[in-house]
Structures are given as structure tokens and as C-alpha cells.
Nanobody, 123 residues
Framework: QLQAYGGGLVQAGGSLKLSCLTSGGTFTGYSVAWFRQAPGKEREFAAAIRRSGHTYYGDSVKGRFTISRDNTKNTVYLQMNSLKSDDTAVYYC???????????????????WGQGTQVTVSS
């Protein structure tokens, strides 16, 4: 079970750090991703970190967001800097034990999902 938290209201240009915690298990051996979904829009890939530690980012967040993991705490983080109003969305974390590189940005490739946490950026 995944739990995403850390969302909130922030002004444009500010920062937030999201956390995705797994309970009753471990992230070791899993690829973990963050997706986001704004009202009326499709779920969008934000970032992923593979079990190797390699990271990948969506074009809209590249250079501003950083994904990291701490396997000792069973937690994956998403540090979000230079936030814009377009970043307003519900953010979800997802995990997969077996995913190919080309599917990292595909929501259906992940078998485990957290409940989502709202991020609102005011302009």
C-alpha cells in the first residue's frame, strides 16, 4: 500500500516536497513514479526512479523537480521547485516491480498506486 503526502497550497515560485511511503513492504526492487492529474486533463507523467537509481522526468518538470528514494525509510520523494500555476494537480505515486524503460511514463504499467495528494500553486 502506497501513501502520498506533502501536498498543499504554495505561491508561484515556491517549493514543496512530496513523499510516497509504502507500508507493509519495501520499495527495494521497485521502480517508483510520480504522476499528476489536473481537473479535466489526463494523468501526466512527472518523474520516475528505477530500482537502479536512474531518474527520468517529464518535459514539463525537467530542471525543476527532483525525484529521490530512501530505501531504508521505504520512501520516495519528489522535490518540486520553481512551482508554477500549471503544476496545480493531484499528485500520485505509483510503483512497479517490473517495468521497461519505454513504459515509465505509462500509468497502466504500474500496478500499485497511492491515494494522491493535492498541490495547488497560486499565481
Amino acid at each position: 500500500q502506497l501513501q502520498a503526502y506533502g501536498g498543499g497550497l504554495v505561491q508561484a515560485g515556491g517549493s514543496l516536497k512530496l513523499s510516497c511511503l509504502t507500508s507493509g513492504g519495501t520499495f527495494t526492487g521497485y521502480s517508483v513514479a510520480w504522476f499528476r492529474q489536473a481537473p479535466g486533463k489526463e494523468r501526466e507523467f512527472a518523474a520516475a526512479i528505477r530500482r537502479s537509481g536512474h531518474t527520468y522526468y517529464g518535459d514539463s518538470v525537467k530542471g525543476r523537480f527532483t525525484i529521490s528514494r530512501d530505501n531504508t525509510k521505504n520512501t520516495v520523494y519528489l522535490q518540486m521547485n520553481s512551482l508554477k500555476s500549471d503544476d496545480t494537480a493531484v499528485y500520485y505515486c505509483a510503483a512497479s516491480s517490473s517495468i521497461i524503460l519505454s513504459s515509465l511514463g505509462t500509468p497502466s504499467a504500474y500496478g500499485f498506486w497511492g491515494q494522491g495528494t493535492q498541490v495547488t500553486v497560486s499565481s
